[in-house]
């Protein structure tokens, strides 16, 4: 089972962009699809992007649609979200992990959840 390990959150405006990475052990990584997801407080965790083992296929939530951008480097290991354009609504705990494509769009998850990395997006 790949282990996940997520970076690169921080406090940024409305209007910034953030750079996420969500960095795996294991020689299985590029086997797996990869999503990313969010929790905000006092809210259950979402979907927000995932992308196919091969990197060929990529889906996102409507609320993010346009203004992220998921990519993966299988050579590093490594799976990063770009944020664009982000709002107040963007700020939460973002976490990844490796997903089962068939079940899209909710997107089961294989593994068990990291501890995340906090995006705080101010007005």
């Known amino acids: 089972q790949v282990q996940l390990v997520e970076s690169g959150g921080g406090l940024v405006q409305a209007g910034g962009s953030l750079r996420l990475s969500c960095v795996a052990s294991?020689?299985?990584?590029?086997?797996?699809?990869i999503g990313w997801f969010r929790q905000a407080p006092g809210k259950e965790r979402e979907f927000v992007a995932a992308?196919?083992?091969?990197?060929?296929?990529?889906y996102y939530a409507d609320s993010v649609k346009g203004r992220f951008t998921i990519s993966r480097v299988n050579a590093k290991n490594t799976v990063y979200l770009q944020m664009n354009s982000l709002k107040p609504e963007d700020t939460a705990v973002y976490y990844c992990?490796?997903?089962?494509?068939?079940?899209?769009?909710?997107?089961?998850?294989?593994?068990?959840w990291g501890q995340g990395t906090q995006v705080t997006v101010s007005s």
């Open positions: 992990n490796s997903v089962n494509e068939a079940t899209t769009p909710r997107f089961d998850v294989f593994g068990s």
């Open positions: 992308i196919s083992w091969s990197g060929r296929r990529t």
């Open positions: 294991g020689r299985t990584f590029s086997n797996y699809g």
